[in-house]
Each structure stands twice: as C-alpha cells, then as structure tokens.
C-alpha cells in the first residue's frame, strides 16, 4: 500500500495516558475517543490533525496501559499509520488487532510537518520534504497476515463460518 | 533430551498442542483465565458480539471485575459497569463480581484463588503481569485480544525472551517489594525488558512476604516487560494452598535454561526509592529525595501494587498516634473486601482516620486519574500506585512521585518527601 501524508512528530515515551487520557475513558465511542486524541501531548492535536496524516515518535510509543482505546483514538482520527523507533509491547498487538498500521523505523530525521511517501509493503519511508529515505523494520509474517486478515475480530468471524461449515 | 527451558517457556508450551517451543515463535495458546475491568471489556463484549459464537469458551474461566470506576464515578461509567453486569447474566460468567465483593482486580484475583501457579492469564489490564508472583504465566492484552479469548478460549503469543533478575541479600529497614522494582526500572528503563519476561530469584525474597512479590511482577510493565515471573518456593505455597479450589502445577526453569542476559544486584545496598516525575525509571534514593525538600499535597496509600494487608499495616505503624500535616490529604484504599474487614479488625482503619486521611472503599479511582482522589494544576502527590506520567493522576501540570507505602505515609505526616526513619 502506498500512503502519502504529513507528520505529526511526538517525543520518546509517549504513554498512553497522554494518547487518551483516563478521564475519557468512561467512554469507548471512537468518535468521542478522537476528539481527545493526544489531548496530553499536544492539546490542538484533534482539531489540526487531518485524515492521512501521520504520527511519528521515538522509543517506546504507547507505553504504561493495556486500553484500546489509544489505537482506537489514533484510528479514529483518520492517520493511517504510526512510524516509531519502538512501540510498547501491548500498544503493538493492539494496533495489530484493530488493524491500524504501524511501523518500526529511525525517525530521528523526521519532523512535524515534513511530508512521507510511505510503500507499507517495503517498509519504504521517502521523506519528500528532505529528501532522505529511511526503512522500517520487516513486519512479522504472522502480523502481516492478521493485518491483511482485516484484524483479530474479522480472522475470528472468519473461523467462525469455517467451523459452521465443517460442522455441515 | 528436550531443549532446556524457562517456567516462562515451560507455561506457554504446556498450554499449547507444540512439543517444542523458541523465543521468537508465535503460537496460540489456551487461557486459564481471561480478565477483563470496566474500562476494557466494554470494547471486548462489543467486539465478542460481532464474532458470531453463541456462548463464551468457558464461563468458569472468564473474569470480570468493575473495579476502575465503580461504585459508578458517572452516568458514562455506570453504563460500562452495566455493560459487565449483562455480559455477566447473560453467558452465566463465575467470577464477576458486585458492590461488597469488588477488590482491585490483581489482589483480588490471586487473593480468592482465582489465578493458581502454572495458570496461562491474560486480561485486557497491562497490570495482569502481577501474578508472576504466583509463577504463573500472565501478561497484559487489549480488549480485542479479550473478546477473542473469551469467544475461543485461545490468544496468539510470542514467546518471550527471558531476563533473569536476581536480588541477594537482606533489604534494609523499610526496603519492600515496591523500592527493589523501582530500582531494576531505573536501571534498565522504561523500556528495558520491551516483548521480554523478567524471571526474579535470589536470597532475598525468603526475607519477603508475597505482598512483595505482587508489587514486583506487578510493576514488571512499567520496565516495559510482558511479564514477571517467580518460581514458587514454600512462602508461595504458603499463600496459595489455602485459597486454590482446584489443582494447579509448578514450574521451575531447567537450570541450563537460556536467558538473554542476568541482572545480579546486591540488595544491602539499596534504599527505599522514589520515582520522580514522569518516569518510573527516575528513580532515586529516598534520602536523596527527602533533602530536596519537596512539598506534597497529597499522599495516595493503595492500588494493584500496593494495597495489601501488609502495606496498610506497615503505614499505620507509622501513622499510629499522628497526625498528617495541615493542608495535605491522605487517602488509603484497601485493595480487596477482605483486606479491607482485615484493617478494620486490626484496628488500622482507625489509625489512619485518627491521623486525618480517608479510606475509601476499593478502587482503581485515583492511580490513574479516574476519581476518588484527583490532583488540581500545580499539585503534587506521592503514591504507592504504579505510574506517574504527565497527568496521571490529574491535571497536566501536576506531578506524581512514586514510593512505597511505608514512604508516603511518612510523608503525609512531614508534608514533604520524607523516609520513614524521620517520623518513626
């Protein structure tokens, strides 16, 4: 897949509570999640922030809870991909699960506002801005696969209507 | 001969159709038990309706536990504790759990023999790697990997990398559980042990109680670790042989098992620890922190990783006959309907309302800015909770120091940071 979008560039370690804070979380409508995407972080994120835009970090992206609701949040607000140095454990099988894209690549030469050229299938990640390409760490077969499976939930209608099928 | 192997390893294969298993393998691998709170299993149950099955895996095998909000903070929050409550009759779920019976997920859990040794766990709650401590395998998921669990029974994994920690030695005067993880994060980082399994020993621990071992595996996320494990020895069994209602195996590591790499730290030597804001991993010695003079509003005594008897006992011996400064609150939540009858007929609610501080009844509430508790601009708190990022526990511009709970209450009595030996 080929994406083209601008950056939003965060720090290392952003946790999840600044991704969503806590106080939104007695609420799991991803309409309502989005409007206070990043809220923590950059408090003007939701309303600057425009479908195909991307986020980018340093280490450690999405550390501290388990709550969906940060993917969620981040999906909801139209980016369609995360390019971080890291990712905590939990916020990656989670993004993989729902389906939103991430990768793993040095984002050190990425700044807010540059613009991407991202081929996802290559790992590809051309910054038109500067002019450097950089490319991400190889996706897991097994991610790939649940990611192209359209996420966790439809691989398991999917094994649903395999089982009922058998079952015939 | 089969390869030797980590109890990490050893769990997971023993729950899975492989003869074999290496770091780095994906596998699907059956629960024990699936937990889910009132802030995740919302998405999951949302999610499990979309699958198509017509009943869960297992109705003795799933968890839930409205422990976040509730008793309800809103009407937004009553609804998701409704959400559990239906889910709950409908599918007939064993261990949900209402009003008097809530406790904090992770004590409540081990506590009623709910998680045994040798159990494979996951709940959507990154704090699920607190029961390590009972050797088994347990870690953190999100709400989607919940709905699958409790629709198949099964959660794809990969097989950690182990580290192994080990802490020798007899802890000083006030070193518990709480100061030994704070200082291995501020050794490795926050991001230290990412996608690997800490695996703790050493000589230490026969000086600790199990309270101890909860706090470690339970902060064992904070260092960025899937999971925290102990090998059960007899003060496990201890604890554990009295609350199983079912059978459950131990594991041990081979002793030629492979590790990435072993951490060895001499335990005399370390101190209570405070972590200051917004890290787990800065953390320093509390006499350091204590000669900096540092101001606090509020001091939070409670939570999954420190709101056991033995937590609330050793701060009432420092509360005892005290009174906190003037202008700071103190705030104690027991973290289990048990614990919580304990402390009362232990006379330990009394001390800490004698000193002027609240006990609420438990909850996650304040730990992670959800109620019960919440700081205004400017505030600053110490608190035996589990993180201290920018806002947790309230407005952005407030600050969180993490310690043990013999630390903050002596804090609440000084008004500042303060080590238990300048108010005991």
Redesign the interface.
């Known amino acids: 897949m080929l994406l083209k979008g601008k950056v939003f560039k965060f720090a290392d370690?952003i946790?999840t509570?600044?991704i969503i804070?806590?106080?939104y979380?007695?609420?799991?409508d991803p309409e309502n999640l989005r409007k206070h995407c990043m809220e923590?972080a950059d408090p003007l994120f939701a309303s600057k922030i425009r479908t195909g835009d991307f986020i980018a970090a340093g280490?450690?992206f999405g550390?501290?809870?388990?709550?969906?609701?940060a993917?969620?949040a981040i999906k909801a607000s139209g980016v369609p991909l995360v390019i971080a140095k890291?990712f905590?454990?939990?916020f990656y099988?989670?993004a993989f699960?729902?389906g939103l894209l991430i990768l793993e690549a040095d984002t050190d030469s990425i700044d807010s506002e540059d613009v991407l050229e991202v081929d996802t299938d290559k790992g590809e990640i051309k910054n038109i801005t500067k002019n450097i390409t950089v490319y991400a760490k190889p996706i897991?077969k097994?991610m790939a696969e649940l990611v192209s499976a359209g996420?966790?939930?439809e691989h398991?209608?999917k094994?649903?209507?395999k089982e009922e099928e058998l079952k015939k | 001969m089969s390869n030797p192997l980590t109890i990490t390893e050893k769990i997971i294969l023993a729950h899975t159709d492989l003869e074999s298993c290496s770091p780095g393998d994906i596998v699907s691998a059956r629960v024990d038990i699936a937990l889910g709170n009132d802030i995740t299993a919302p998405i999951a149950i949302r999610e499990f309706d979309t699958i198509g099955v017509c009943d869960v895996f297992d109705s003795e095998k799933i968890a839930l536990v409205p422990d976040h909000f509730v008793p309800n903070k809103d009407i937004a929050s009553a609804k998701q504790a409704k959400t559990l409550r239906e889910f709950a009759k409908k599918y007939n779920i064993k261990y949900y759990f209402e009003s008097g019976e809530v406790g904090i997920e992770h004590a409540l859990l081990p506590e009623q023999g709910i998680v045994l040794p040798g159990d494979l766990v996951i709940g959507a709650d990154s704090h699920t790697c607190t029961y390590g401590a009972l050797g088994a395998f347990s870690t953190g998921v999100g709400s989607t990997d919940l709905a699958y669990a409790m629709a198949f029974g099964e959660v794809w994994l990969k097989i950690p990398y182990s580290i192994k920690v080990v802490f020798d030695g007899k802890p000083n005067k006030w070193v518990s559980g709480k100061d030994l993880i704070l200082f291995l994060i501020g050794k490795i980082g926050v991001e230290g042990a990412n996608y690997m399994a800490l695996e703790f020993s050493g000589t230490t621990f026969k000086h600790l109680t199990m309270a101890d071992r909860f706090s470690i595996s339970n902060m064992a996320i904070e260092a960025g670790a899937k999971s925290g494990i102990f090998e059960p020895d007899e003060i496990n069994e201890e604890y554990v042989s009295k609350r199983a209602k079912r059978d459950y195996v131990i594991y041990k590591s081979d002793p030629d098992a492979q590790y990435l790499k072993t951490l060895k730290y001499d335990t005399a030597k370390i101190n209570p620890q405070v972590a200051f804001p917004h890290l787990p991993e800065n953390s320093v010695d509390v006499k350091e922190a204590s000669a900096k003079n540092i101001k606090i509003d509020q001091s939070v005594i409670g939570s999954c990783t420190n709101g056991r008897i033995e937590d609330l006992r050793i701060a009432a011996s420092i509360l005892q006959g005290k009174k906190i400064a003037k202008y700071t609150r103190l705030i104690v939540i027991p973290a289990t309907p048990e614990i919580y009858l304990l402390a009362e007929k232990e006379g330990l609610i009394d001390i800490f309302m004698n000193a002027g501080g609240v006990v609420s009844t438990p909850t996650c509430g304040p730990c992670l800015g959800g109620y019960m508790g919440i700081l205004a601009d400017g505030e600053r708190a110490i608190s035996s909770t589990n993180r201290n990022f920018k806002g947790r526990m309230g407005d952005i511009t407030s600050e969180v120091y993490l310690a043990n709970p013999a630390v903050c209450a002596a804090s609440a009595v000084t008004g500042k940071i303060s080590s238990p030996d300048e108010v005991a």
């Open positions: 370690n946790d509570d600044a804070p806590a106080r979380l007695n609420d799991s923590d280490v450690n550390c501290g809870s388990s709550r969906e609701h993917p969620i890291s905590a454990r939990i099988r989670n699960n729902i897991p097994f996420g966790l939930m398991a209608r094994r649903v209507k």
